[in-house]
Nanobody
Framework: QVQLVESGGGLVQPGGSLRLSCEASGSIFRSNAMGWYRQAPGKEREFVASITSGGSTDYADSVKGRFTISRDNAKNTVYLQMNSLKPEDTAVYRC??????????????WGTGTLVTVSS
């Protein structure tokens, strides 16, 4: 089991920037993917971005060109740099950790979330 602690959320004006952090601790797996999901009020949870232990990244179309995901393997931490924020980015952002043995999916863990509010 991996414990995930998010930080960096807050209130920002449209066009502003925030950087989210997610630190993983516990049973760290060699093969893994860390990512971010978000859930806005009245909407289903949606995928935002992910990065594998090898550094491969994926982004939702809605955030491409604005958000950048990165990781520091030494710190077991993933970051989400969010630029040009829009009101529709307002949501609770949760960190996700997926465990793999090669390509075999073993399971996943979730953080409790950090709130991002984009408003004037």
């Amino acid at each position: 089991q991996v414990q995930l602690v998010e930080s960096g959320g807050g209130l920002v004006q449209p066009g502003g920037s925030l950087r989210l952090s997610c630190e993983a601790s516990g049973s760290i797996f060699r093969s893994n993917a860390m990512g971010w999901y978000r859930q806005a009020p009245g909407k289903e949870r949606e995928f935002v971005a992910s990065i594998t232990s090898g550094g491969s990244t994926d982004y939702a179309d809605s955030v491409k060109g604005r958000f950048t995901i990165s990781r520091d393997n030494a710190k077991n931490t993933v970051y989400l740099q969010m630029n040009s924020l829009k009101p529709e980015d307002t949501a609770v952002y949760r960190c996700n950790y997926r465990r793999y043995s090669g390509s075999f999916y073993l399971g996943e863990d979730w953080g409790t979330g950090t709130l991002v509010t984009v408003s004037s």
